[in-house]
């Protein structure tokens, strides 16, 4: 009995050890209700620091879409305090980043730069958050800008297939409008669009802090508490997207898009679909069949489209999930002259993988693959 | 009771054994100095990194350095060739790029597919990729293959296939690539053109990529010879960094490299380059060179000499065009894209220096509407006026702080490192050469950026201006 008992402490300590070992450089806190997860990592004097807030695109007027979009991107354009000039000056006089990315469910922003330099930096995103009032100026620039960048689409085929192919493919869906919005709504987005954006997402979405970098890294501690308010901010009552996203049922059907595009010497190639979110459900298995039909030069596309018969530089494929929704697709290019042929090696392709005709060491290959890269990135994640 | 012993004993030896751990040895991991002296300073000749490398250099030539960093389980692999499309001729423009994507194509012991199969099989990753100077093949990887990749790796040093059939195949890949990067893009268009007007004459004027006529005539064993030539170790720098014994790789190393040999075409070739006259600046400046192209709004190049790797002048440029745009409240971009009546969409500075050469140019994309000339002519005047109005102490402490940060950021990966000791090696034969580097910056002043922006804005004859357009005349 003593012996059985010995055993089992053994293996709890065993298990308790193995976790600890991979764990042991992930803390995790809360400060005052903020949720903070912090990789201690003391090998350089720098940091990151990333807040995720708990919603993104999708609180978007539709009237209106891109306003989040534009709300972070116009985060330095002025204060009450300060001009776009003397906000810019100040961070880049630290070498500090601002990277900001917002999806349709969730948006988040890494601020970075050296250690010692954190608390200035993050008491003027602090102001930021706080204070900054959107010069109307400084939105007509914007405007300008990013009208002349839609514009430019055009000629980037690839980026104009993207385009295209997500409003055919999202169509009917609340994430089809693309989070940077159209023109005739970026148009028409006001300082008081973003002012209440902004408001809403400092105060009311719940957030969480992730932070990479030394020890000395607490002093931001009191920054995110005193100087941009975050206390409680990671409380269950904070506001978090959730959204259902039903698919139209056409079962079967396949839909084809030509877009000509005068004196293109090569046709881009897109197909795909929008996954519910039980079709999304088992992320493992998506990303797997993504990697082994369209992953690295060893998937299948690669193999057929451009190692076999030279059609093409690259073929991808990807699944992937949101919190809601997936998306599941295969991108590829080739010249004019080869696009049937590349049409039928597609199709030979998905054919035989759902049947199953491929061999055991081709899909065992992709398998290890996606394990080690899972591991891998865990353990640079964690240690 | 002895039971109990054996199982008190055995629990001590798995707490001691179990769980994927990383070794966290400091002495063997790339740190900022030990943690006692990390004090955090604005000083860059204060910065103590903690990099120790193993160099060797075989009978063969091969040039190997090795990092152990004990912090991941992994291992990036780098091999530098020094062999770019300066070493190309009319007629194989483009082979040193061709030559890239057949080293994958297989060997006798490594058939085709095989060599993916051992990357992705083991869950790493690789690429390659080339420039005027260099061709570059990198993989990251569990260390367990260690052995594995030093065999292959050395074996498609020597033995590549290079098949009829597989050649044609790439041919078309590569071909494809050429639109991709250059006939389908205004961005690859602007600088290809740039470069060719500012090397012309020179061994630099050729593209990357290669003619069309060149990539569609050139034969199989016009690329197997060049491949013969410079692919060898005498004219490669093998840098490795990862968890392992220094040791232990560097016997590996020893064992499937040493009986590679020299080449005897590296010496001659490196030798008819040498002569700086070769690649003494004859482009043309102070005129306009208009291409039409696939940009719906004008994008453009605006390009001055400049010096090769190392050249004291280089570093102050690299500081000049920090100031003048990296960032948003840089000159250019304070002047140009983020002011009250902005003309440009975006405006950015290099600095590009080759191993024999260099060229300073700002390139930018104008705003829908707006007049080339206009924005030329105000490019122009503000180029002159940074001299005098963007050029102060603060300038520079902010250029320092950036390149302090993208200095440790290199460092954060066995990628990054391994890039960045090869590098040094490849431009210096010295991976210490960043400690040079940061004695070189930090004793800049502003008197000397503004010395070397007059020079360059003030007093010459102007840069070469490069547009594509689609409204350009054809």
């Known amino acids: 009995m003593q012996n059985r008992f010995l055993f089992f402490f053994l293996l709890i300590i065993l298990s308790l050890n193995s976790y600890a070992s991979l764990s042991e450089k992930i803390e995790k806190f809360v400060w005052d209700d903020l949720e903070v997860v912090w990789i201690k990592d003391n090998r350089f004097p720098t940091y990151a620091l990333t807040v995720y807030f708990a919603d993104g695109a999708l609180s978007d007027n539709p009237a209106f879409m891109g306003e989040t979009e534009m709300m972070f991107n116009l985060l330095t354009s002025g204060s009450n305090k300060y001009s776009q000039k003397q906000i810019s000056d100040t961070l880049d006089f630290y070498g500090a980043s601002i990277d900001t990315q917002v999806t349709h469910e969730y948006s988040s922003m890494e601020v970075s730069g050296l250690v010692k330099d954190v608390v200035p930096t993050m008491q003027m995103v602090c102001h930021l958050f706080n204070n900054a009032n959107y010069p109307n100026n400084e939105i007509k620039n914007y405007k300008e800008h990013s009208l002349s960048a839609l514009d430019g689409i055009v000629i980037n085929h690839s980026a104009l297939a993207n385009r295209i192919f997500r409003e055919v493919s999202l169509e009917n869906t609340p994430i089809v409008r693309p989070t940077e919005g159209y023109k005739a709504t970026i148009k028409k987005i006001m300082q008081s669009h973003l002012r209440q954006k902004l408001d809403y997402f400092n105060r009311q979405v719940s957030k969480r802090v992730y932070l990479v970098g030394p020890d000395t890294l607490d002093v931001v501690k009191k920054v995110l508490l005193d100087d941009c308010g975050w206390s409680g901010m990671s409380k269950k009552e904070m506001f978090k997207r959730t959204v259902e996203i039903k698919k139209n049922e056409e079962s079967g059907e396949q839909i084809i898009y030509l877009v000509p595009v005068p004196n293109a010497n090569q046709a881009q190639i897109r197909i795909g679909q929008f996954l519910t979110k039980s079709e999304a459900s088992e992320e493992n298995l998506m990303q797997l069949s993504a990697s082994f039909l369209g992953g690295g030069f060893s998937s299948k596309l690669m193999q057929e489209l451009r190692v076999k018969r030279g059609l093409t530089y690259s073929a991808s494929a990807y699944a992937s999930a949101q919190k809601n929704y997936g998306r599941s697709g295969i991108s590829t290019f080739t010249k004019n002259e080869t696009i049937k042929e590349a049409f039928n090696t597609i199709k030979l392709v998905l054919d035989d993988v759902s049947r199953g005709k491929f061999l055991e060491d081709e899909f065992q290959l992709v398998k290890y693959l996606a394990e080690v890269i899972y591991l891998d990135m865990n353990k640079m994640v964690i240690l | ?474």
């Not at chain 2, 306009?288 to 000499?305: L, N, Q, R, T």
């Open chain 2, 1 to 474: 009771m002895l039971d109990t012993i054996l199982i008190i004993l055995l629990s001590f030896f798995f707490i001691t054994c179990a769980g994927p751990k990383a070794k966290n040895n400091s002495e063997n991991e790339v740190n900022y100095g030990s943690k006692a002296n990390r004090k955090i300073s604005n000083n860059l000749n204060e910065i103590e990194l903690n990099l120790s490398v193993v160099k060797k250099v075989l009978p063969n030539g091969l040039t190997v350095i090795l990092m152990e960093n004990h912090h991941l389980p992994i291992f990036s692999y780098y091999t530098f060739y020094k062999v770019g499309a300066v070493y190309e001729q009319k007629g194989i423009t483009g082979s040193a790029h061709f030559l890239e994507h057949l080293m994958f194509k297989g060997t006798k012991k490594y058939p085709p597919g095989s060599f993916d199969k051992v990357i992705e099989g083991n869950g790493g990753h690789n690429n390659a990729y080339t420039t005027l100077d260099l061709t570059v093949y990198h993989e990251v990887l569990p260390i367990k293959v260690m052995d594995q990749i030093i065999e292959v790796e050395a074996d498609r040093m020597q033995n590549l296939l290079l098949e009829p059939e597989a050649f044609e195949k790439e041919r078309s890949v590569i071909l494809e690539e050429r639109k991709l990067r250059y006939e389908n893009s205004a961005k690859g268009q602007l600088f290809q053109k740039m470069l060719e007007e500012v090397y012309v004459n020179t061994p630099y004027g050729g593209s990357v990529i290669g003619s069309v006529e060149d990539l569609k005539s050139v034969t199989r064993d016009q690329v197997y010879k060049f491949f013969k030539d410079y692919y060898a170790p005498n004219n490669a720098i093998l840098v490795v960094v990862g968890d392992f014994e220094a040791g232990d790789v560097l016997n590996s190393i020893e064992k499937f490299y040493g009986g590679i040999s020299a080449s005897p075409q590296v010496e001659p070739t490196i030798i008819s380059r040498s002569d700086p006259k070769l690649f003494r600046h004859q482009g043309k400046y102070k005129r306009d060179v208009k291409i039409k192209g696939e940009a719906p709004e004008p994008i453009f190049a605006y390009a001055f000499p400049s010096v090769k790797i190392g050249d004291r002048k280089g570093f102050v440029l690299d500081l000049l065009g920090d100031i003048l745009a990296g960032g948003e409240s840089s000159y250019l971009i304070q002047k140009m894209v983020k002011n009250e009546a902005p003309l440009l969409q975006s405006v950015d500075v290099s600095n590009y220096s080759l191993n024999k050469s260099g060229t300073f140019f700002i390139s930018g994309e104008l705003l829908k509407g707006k007049d080339l000339n206009v924005v030329k002519n105000s490019l122009t005047k503000y180029l002159k006026s940074a001299c005098r109005d963007a050029i102060n102490e603060r300038e520079i402490i902010k250029t320092k702080n950036k390149y302090m940060v993208s200095f440790f950021k290199k460092l954060e990966t066995n990628a990054g490192l391994a890039s960045f000791l090869g590098a040094y090696e490849v431009n210096f034969n010295n991976t210490d050469f960043y400690k040079k580097e940061f004695e070189i910056i930090e004793s800049i002043t502003p008197n000397e950026v503004a010395n070397v922006c007059r020079e360059l804005f003030n007093n010459i004859n102007g840069g070469l201006f490069v547009s594509v357009w689609n409204k350009h005349a054809k």
